[in-house]
């Protein structure tokens, strides 16, 4: 298995992460990490609860630790997108996600909790998930014009809160026809973070579910691993025994940022 040693969907304690810029590049550097990418959330001035809320003193801070450890780690400043979210003057790259509906002038956090995801299907789509579902795949859809990533996140995060299917039936005509219809508005050689963040929580597998994964292969997407770490022990867990899967699924290489370079990495 090669051994991937980079990771670009990383947050601090400056949005809702829970370590400091040093100690995530100090915990990378020590799993022998040669790229690191942070990727702060854009600005949402309609839920300031865990978006960037300092950027100046923010990116003094990056480019410090840039400097201090510029011979033993590449560090990239890059940024998590949300679709409704401010985008930076700068990023070296951009991780495109959906982590609101939006209905009319509102938006509604899909991630915040399954309590709230709850009252937002019940209050909002009339208790239809699948209504929930359809809204969701349309704004994943406008990614590639709305924002035209580098990267996509979490592709399927409406399932956030599904194990055990608490909300919809993933096997559902009316789940995989939405999923699929946001897969084919994906450009040729998109390139799909395969993101680790609820697996290291124990809450469920990857980002996009394994079926999903072969769907975008046989599109033509390209991949990437992500731990969308919040703390330092997330930084590259189960890096390994997910390359095998993604394997198993079809996958024949990874891309992974190696300094500001796109490379790509036989599986
Ligand atoms: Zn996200
Ligand atoms: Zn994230």
């Known amino acids: 298995m090669p051994f991937i040693k980079s990771n670009v969907h990383t947050h601090t304690a400056f949005c809702d992460g829970k370590d400091s810029v040093e100690d995530m590049a100090l915990a990378a550097i020590a799993a022998g990490f040669d790229t690191l990418g942070f990727s702060f959330h854009s600005y949402t001035p309609f839920d300031t609860s865990y978006c960037i809320r300092d950027y100046?003193?923010?990116?003094?801070e990056l480019t410090r630790v840039k400097q201090t450890y510029a011979d033993r780690i590449s560090i990239l400043g890059g940024v998590e997108l949300d679709l409704f979210g401010e985008r930076p003057p700068h990023s070296d790259f951009v991780i495109g996600s959906v982590h609101y509906l939006k209905e009319g002038e509102n938006f509604y956090p899909v991630d915040e909790s399954p309590q709230k995801l709850k009252r937002v299907i019940d209050g909002v789509y009339s208790g239809d998930p699948y209504a929930a579902v359809r809204a969701f795949y349309a704004q994943v859809a406008t990614l590639p014009r709305a924002i035209a990533p580098d990267i996509y996140g979490h592709f399927d995060l409406i399932?956030?809160?599904?194990?055990?299917?608490?909300?919809?039936d993933e096997w559902d005509a009316r789940y995989i026809s939405a999923a699929l219809s946001a897969a084919d508005c994906?450009?040729?050689g998109a390139v799909v973070e395969v993101n680790?963040?609820?697996l290291f929580k124990g809450t469920g597998g990857i980002y996009p579910s394994p079926w999903l994964v072969r769907e975008?292969?046989?599109?033509?997407?390209?991949?990437?691993?992500s731990s969308?770490?919040?703390c330092t022990q997330a930084l590259g867990y189960m890096f390994d025994e997910v390359c095998r899967k993604l394997n198993s699924l079809g996958v024949k290489?990874?891309?992974r940022y190696h300094g500001a370079a796109l490379e790509e990495v036989e599986l």
Do not use: E, Q, W
């Open 216 to 225: 975008l292969v046989a599109r033509g997407c390209r991949f990437m691993l």
């Open 56 to 60: 100046p003193a923010y990116i003094r």
């Open 196 to 198: 680790l963040g609820r």
């Open 186 to 188: 994906l450009p040729k």
């Open 253 to 255: 290489s990874l891309v």
């Open 228 to 230: 969308d770490a919040h």
């Open 159 to 168: 399932t956030v809160f599904n194990k055990g299917g608490a909300f919809f």
